[in-house]
């Protein structure tokens, strides 16, 4: 019975993707509220459920000089939103003090689309604030 081995030296590491067309879309959002933050949440494929193909922005969420305000209370009971994104209107693509207590709280990866909104600035972290590797295709 291998159901219920774990192995604690390595735990389970999914492996992501996102489509191109998800991550572009994310760019032109991030874009589009420059300067602005703008927020979302980020839905899987039905079926490869480490494939994030879908933007899904929250109504109701706030987008402000200083940081997207989530209103996750307004989140759908959707098992296949495993995450959230927002932008940053500065270079840094890195997790405030904010956005880690948001991370620990919801969903398993954080995508953060910094300024200029392009391939070279963009970063996914875990529910940890731990960069993770995501591959678009
Ligand atoms: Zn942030």
Redesign the pocket.
């Known amino acids: 019975m291998s159901i219920f081995k774990k192995n604690k030296k390595t735990p389970e590491k999914r492996e992501w993707n996102i489509t191109e067309k998800c991550l572009k879309l994310i760019f032109e959002c991030a874009k589009d509220s420059h300067p602005k ?1 703008f927020g979302g949440l980020l839905r899987v494929n039905e079926k490869d459920k480490n494939l994030i193909e879908e933007l899904v922005l929250l109504p109701g969420t706030i987008s402000g000089d200083s ?2 305000i989530f209103r996750l209370h307004m989140m759908p009971i959707d098992y296949t939103i495993v995450g959230t994104v ?3 209107p500065g270079p840094i693509a ?3 003090d ?2 880690l207590a ?1 991370f620990r709280k919801h969903g398993k990866i954080h995508i ?1 689309s910094a300024y200029p909104y392009n391939l070279d600035s963009w970063n996914a972290y875990d529910y940890d604030g731990e960069e993770i590797k995501i591959r678009y295709i």
Request: net charge negative; charged share 25%.
């Open positions: 933050e940081h997207a927002h932008s940053h890195r997790p405030s904010a956005d948001l953060i």
